[in-house]
């Protein structure tokens, strides 16, 4: 297959597909639920716990199909991959950012701790 805009879309589109199967999804008579389950211990479960270790693996067979060139395939597996990892952040509920403070210990432990009870500021909380 040559590689093409639309060849790679619609791949990149299976490989989500494929892996988030794999990684989250219970599938019919929950057979992906069990293959998780008899993964063990180790490298497989740890493979199969990850969303974003699992596309590498998912989309080099991908690469192989859309791609005939060895440079072009790392290049395409990687792409691939990262494609998959992009739809599936996508997809996931936006994250706060980090609270970053800069300021003396002291100070920023006193606003860590809880007022003890009877010492409530005036006008209550």
Same mark, same amino acid.
């Given at each position: 297959?040559?590689?093409?805009?639309?060849?790679?879309?619609?791949?990149?589109?299976?490989?989500? !597909?494929?892996?988030?199967?794999?990684?989250?999804?219970?599938?019919?008579? !929950?057979?992906?639920?069990?293959?998780?389950?008899?993964?063990? @211990?180790?490298?497989?479960?740890?493979?199969?716990?990850?969303?974003?270790?699992?596309?590498?693996?998912?989309?080099?067979?991908?690469?192989?199909?859309?791609?005939? =060139?060895?440079?072009? !395939?790392?290049?395409?597996?990687?792409?691939?991959?990262?494609?998959?990892?992009?739809?599936?952040?996508?997809? =996931?509920?936006?994250?706060? &950012?980090?609270?970053?403070?800069?300021?003396?210990?002291? @100070?920023?432990?006193?606003?860590? !701790?809880?007022?003890?009870?009877?010492?409530?500021? &005036?006008?209550?909380?």
């Amino acid at each position: 297959m040559e590689l093409s805009l639309v060849g790679f879309v619609l791949f990149a589109l299976a490989v989500w !597909r494929v892996t988030h199967l794999l990684a989250e999804e219970d599938g019919p008579g !929950r057979i992906f639920n069990r293959l998780r389950a008899a993964a063990g @211990e180790g490298f497989w479960k740890s493979l199969f716990g990850c969303f974003y270790c699992l596309s590498l693996w998912v989309a080099l067979p991908f690469a192989f199909g859309l791609s005939t =060139q060895w440079g072009e !395939r790392l290049i395409v597996w990687l792409a691939l991959s990262g494609a998959a990892s992009l739809l599936e952040r996508l997809g =996931q509920p936006p994250v706060a &950012p980090a609270v970053y403070w800069e300021g003396e210990k002291e @100070e920023s432990n006193a606003l860590l !701790r809880r007022p003890e009870p009877g010492n409530d500021p &005036p006008g209550g909380r």
